[in-house]
C-alpha cells in the first residue's frame, strides 16, 4: 500500500510578495535584482563602495541633498547607514549598473517603507553627472515604479527633492509623477541648512496609463 505524500511547492519570493505572503522584513531580507535592456538594479552590498565611491566624491550631486558628503569617510558612513537601514527594514538601497556605458552609474533607494499603508518612497537617488539626462534615470525609475505596483501591489510611491532643486523637479514631471505640494522648512540636512521640500506621487490607478505612454519603450 502506497503512501500519500504531501509535496510541497517552492514559492519564488516575488511570487510570495505577490501573494502577500511575505511581510516588511521579508521584503527588505530578500535580494532582488531589477532589470531592463538598459538599467540593472542590483541590492546595495560592500562590494558596491569602491565602485560607487569615485561618483560619489563629484561634490555637486550632494548639492540639494540633506546628506553632507565632503570625502571619503563621509562616504563609508553614508554608505553604511544605508546598509543598516536595509537589515532593519527601514529603506531598501540598490547600485544602479548602466548597461549601455558598461559601469555602475549611481544608487537609488526604496525608502519611508509603510507596508500597512501600501506605500512608499522612491529617492536617495544620484548619478555620475557625465550620465544625467542619458536615459539611465527613466529606465531605474521604471524598474521601481514596475515592481513597486506590479510586485509589491502598493497604491501609492512618492518622491520628494529640494524646492530649489529645479532639475530633479523637471525629471519627475516628466515621468508622470504629480505635483502635491510643498513642506516649508522640512529638513535640516547635515551641513545645517533647512530646506523646503516638494512632493510628488504615483498612484495605482495612474501607472497603467502612464506604464503604456511615457514608459512605452521599455515594454
Partial sequence: MSENKQVTKQVSPI??????????????GNDYTLENERARLEPLTEKHFPELLPIAMKREIWEFTA???????????YFKQALAERQSGISYPFAIYDKQAGRYAGCTRYGNIS?????????WTWYDPSLQRSGINKASKFLLLTFGFETLDL????L???L????SQ???LKIGAVKEGILRRHMIAENGSVRDTIYFSFIKEDWPSIKATIFAAFI
Fill in 155 to 158: 497604491n501609492r510611491i512618492e
Fill in 67 to 77: 546628506a553632507d558628503v565632503k570625502d571619503e569617510n563621509d562616504f563609508r558612513k
Fill in 170 to 172: 523637471g525629471a519627475m
Fill in 164 to 167: 530649489l532643486n529645479l532639475k
Fill in 160 to 162: 520628494k527633492t529640494s
Fill in 15 to 28: 511570487d510570495a510578495l505577490k501573494k502577500n505572503i511575505m511581510n516588511i522584513n521579508h521584503f527588505t
Fill in 115 to 123: 507596508m500597512p499603508h501600501k506605500r512608499l518612497e522612491i529617492g
